[in-house]
Nanobody, 115 residues
Framework: QVQLVESGGGLVKTGGSLRLSCAAS????????MAWYRQVPEKQRELVAS???????DYVDSVKGRFTISRDNAKNTVYLQMDSLKPEDTAVYYC?????????WGQGTQVTVSP
């Protein structure tokens, strides 16, 4: 049974940085895609960034140039380096991992950016 465990969220001031980590445990699977989503109350979950096993990365326009997604395939871990944070980045961030057959979610970690 695969579990995704996130860490690294917290409270930071505008312009600050945080690094989120998401480690997969429980089963030695290889994920085609690993990604980060975020959600604020009463809004749909939004894809923030994704990375594939081939090395392709994609970002939502609002974080381009500020966030960097990376992964360590040997550790089945994905990271999200968030720089120049803005109050509008405040959300619960969710880790997502996909195989050809399954989609997995982490429990979420709160990121709060104060003005």
């Amino acid at each position: 049974q695969v579990q995704l465990v996130e860490s690294g969220g917290g409270l930071v001031k505008t312009g600050g940085s945080l690094r989120l980590s998401c480690a997969a445990s429980g089963s030695p699977v290889s994920f085609n895609i690993m990604a980060w989503y975020r959600q604020v109350p009463e809004k749909q979950r939004e894809l923030v960034a994704s990375t594939s096993t081939g090395g392709r990365t994609d970002y939502v326009d609002s974080v381009k140039g500020r966030f960097t997604i990376s992964r360590d395939n040997a550790k089945n871990t994905v990271y999200l380096q968030m720089d120049s944070l803005k109050p509008e980045d405040t959300a619960v961030y969710y880790c997502n991992a996909q195989t050809t057959m399954w989609i997995y979610w982490g429990q979420g970690t709160q990121v709060t950016v104060s003005p």
